[in-house]
């Protein structure tokens, strides 16, 4: 057998051979953005966080060059680092507050769990503050559209929170695809090693007094409310449904990202799914999602079929493909990847389109490289992506240009993994769901339809016997539909 490395086609070694092509797409100095036409950018802006004790002080460490005027977290103790990192900026615990007091903010970072993105973002841009927000954009499908139109409404600067939308890898299968180096593509398979914490899980019996530094009425926010249990925060929020969607939520937008861009996807018209079991409260630990995307219109060099997109995680893959080396991990990435089918080969590539490789790539070989068209952001992974979005905010609006995870693609981005959520949540109809995007309904279920979900599992020995006790509840489809699809939110909170 050949030596696994003349399986792929050295990123590193391509890299370098254009790195003097490549600057042309990086970001540019405000003396050359304005040599471009565009307004120079003023000195600084004054950024909030909402959510700052996890990912979301990474996001603010790169805006440092800015003024950060103002951090915002429902648990004092879990943000301690950021505040620590930021001593001068006014410390909230809500949000509402925070943005109703303090006047001077230009611009928001959001980094809270996915369940109040959204109550936090429309507030803000209402509020006309420029946007960072987290993945997936929101909580609901509802959510991502209305959105979207919101921030096209009054034109504030959004962006969502993949970096590989900003990087090399994302742009170059771009340009692979719509150059028809592997042909038209009709099937992807994309999946993770996520999750990595318990899901599948039955609420608490029992509940706990929550820390002091904690405040939980406002970490519930907008969702339900529960007694507090510290199975739900910090981080496990993302195995519950009230608060997550698990690890298409955590994952799907830097994994799909590629897919979407390079396939100029929207809206999906059918998806199916099944799973391990899954209760009415907590995601699967594993689970398959399959969208069905219709035809979009042809580039010059590449037709745009139907496509089907099918989705693995909890430790489920697809079929390695046979032009692959033995032991090498499928995207050369052990958190996931993506695998493209086209009529005349196939693109695979890792997390955010890392390591495109071309497969078969001894047949690939032939293949010339197309010349860079896409910007690219230096360092996009660290820092670009958000340095990115300060120069936007920073540019006016009548010569703007737009960061690449805007809401315009990362709300279709994120309706569409949502969408696969919802179909995991109503397998038990054991159907394919016809999806009408115009309504954000399913068109093919009816008041009749009935979900079953386990609301109690427990296994036990009698006398060296098993025993089961599993108890399950129906629900109405169309009623679970509609508030899984548009939630009503809890009183006291803004309904978007």
């Known amino acids: 057998m050949k030596d696994s490395k003349t399986f792929m086609i050295s990123r590193r070694k391509f890299l370098g051979t254009t790195a003097t092509a490549a600057a042309a797409f990086t970001i540019l100095p405000s003396r050359t953005i304005a040599g471009l036409g565009h307004t120079p950018p003023s000195d600084k802006l004054n950024i909030a966080g909402i959510g700052v004790g996890g990912v979301g002080l990474t996001n603010l460490r790169y805006m440092e060059s800015e003024n950060i005027v103002a951090l915002c977290d429902v648990d004092w103790e879990y943000a301690s680092p950021a505040f620590k990192k930021f001593p001068n900026a006014a410390k909230y615990m809500d949000f509402r507050t925070m943005l109703e007091k303090q006047k001077n903010i230009d611009a928001v970072v959001i980094a809270t769990p996915d369940h109040t993105h959204a109550v936090a973002a429309m507030k803000a841009i209402q509020m006309n503050k420029h946007i960072f927000l987290q993945m997936p954009l929101t909580h609901s499908v509802y959510e991502a559209r209305i959105l979207t139109e919101t921030a096209r409404q009054y034109s504030v600067v959004t962006q969502m929170g993949n970096q590989g939308s900003s990087g090399e890898g994302v742009n170059q299968i771009c340009e692979w695809i719509w ?69 298409l939520g955590d994952m799907g937008c830097h994994i799909l990202d590629p897919v979407f861009k390079a396939l100029k996807l929207k809206n999906p018209v059918a998806v199916e799914a099944s799973s391990t079991p899954l209760t009415i409260e907590s995601l699967p630990s594993a689970q398959k999602i399959t969208w069905w995307f219709p035809s979009r219109d042809n580039l010059p060099k590449v037709a745009m079929p139907e496509v089907k997109v099918h989705w693995y995680d909890g430790g489920l893959l697809p079929e390695r493909p046979q032009e692959l080396a033995a032991g090498i991990d499928l995207g050369q990435d052990p958190n996931g990847g993506v695998i493209m ?156």
């Open 179 to 247: 150059a028809g180096a592997i042909g038209e593509v009709t099937e992807v398979h994309a999946w993770t090693n996520r999750p990595l914490w318990p899901q599948g899980l039955e609420r608490p019996r029992n509940s706990k007094s929550a820390p002091k530094s904690l405040n939980w009425d406002l970490f519930i926010g907008p969702a339900s409310y529960r007694e507090y249990n510290p199975i739900y925060t910090p981080w496990n929020w993302r195995a519950w449904w009230d608060f997550g969607n698990g690890a």
């Open 341 to 496: 089918v086209g009529t005349k080969g196939k693109i695979m590539c890792g997390v955010s389109g890392a390591n495109p490789t071309l497969l078969p790539v001894e047949e690939m070989s032939h293949f010339n490289q197309p010349e860079k068209s896409l910007r690219r952001i230096q360092d996009a992974f660290t820092g670009g992506h958000e340095k990115d979005w300060l120069r936007a905010c920073k540019e006016s609006p009548d010569n703007r240009l737009l960061p690449a995870a805007n809401f315009d693609y990362a709300g279709p981005l994120t309706e569409s993994i949502l969408i696969g959520s919802l179909a995991v949540r109503m397998q038990s109809l054991k159907r394919r769901l016809y999806w009408d995007q115009s309504t954000m309904k399913f068109t093919n279920i009816s008041d009749s339809d009935l979900l079953k979900f386990t609301t109690r599992k427990e296994f036990s020995l009698i006398k060296g016997r098993p025993n089961y006790d599993i108890q399950n509840k129906t629900f109405k489809a169309t009623q679970m539909a509609e508030e899984w699809v548009r939630h009503n939110y809890r009183s006291g909170w803004e309904q978007i």
